[in-house]
Nanobody, 127 residues
Framework: QVQLVESGGGLVQAGDSLRLACAAS????????MGWFRQAPGKEREFVSV????????VYADSVQGRFTISRDNAKNTVYLQMNSLKPEDTAIYYC????????????????????WGQGTQVTVSS
């Protein structure tokens, strides 16, 4: 069982930065690929970024490529999402999720692959 708690959301202006954190419980954090997803009002939840178990592989949605950076600290059981140059269209609830990774390099952008989800943190970007 893995419990995830996100933090770091807030209200910012366009062009600002935010750093989200997701703290995981349990001793097997390093066995999971970790993903960030987001859901805007009236829209489906969408993939943002994923990082493999060791952190050696990262993938980003086209919409955030070059602006967001995902990282993890396995010693602290925490995954981060650094968000720079924020845009109003980044406004959403951001969720972190854990996906059991059979090998070190494994990662997935598919929502239905993720077994555990956090409660989400709101990010609002004003223009």
């Amino acid at each position: 069982q893995v419990q995830l708690v996100e933090s770091g959301g807030g209200l910012v202006q366009a062009g600002d930065s935010l750093r989200l954190a997701c703290a995981a419980s349990g001793r097997s954090f390093s066995m999971y690929a970790m993903g960030w997803f987001r859901q805007a009002p009236g829209k489906e939840r969408e993939f943002v970024s994923v990082i493999s178990r060791s952190g050696g592989n990262t993938v980003y949605a086209d919409s955030v490529q070059g602006r967001f950076t995902i990282s993890r600290d396995n010693a602290k059981n925490t995954v981060y999402l650094q968000m720079n140059s924020l845009k109003p269209e980044d406004t959403a609830i951001y969720y972190c999720a854990a996906d059991w990774a059979p090998v070190t390099s494994y990662y997935s952008s598919a929502l239905n692959e993720y077994e555990y989800w956090g409660q989400g943190t709101q990010v609002t970007v004003s223009s």
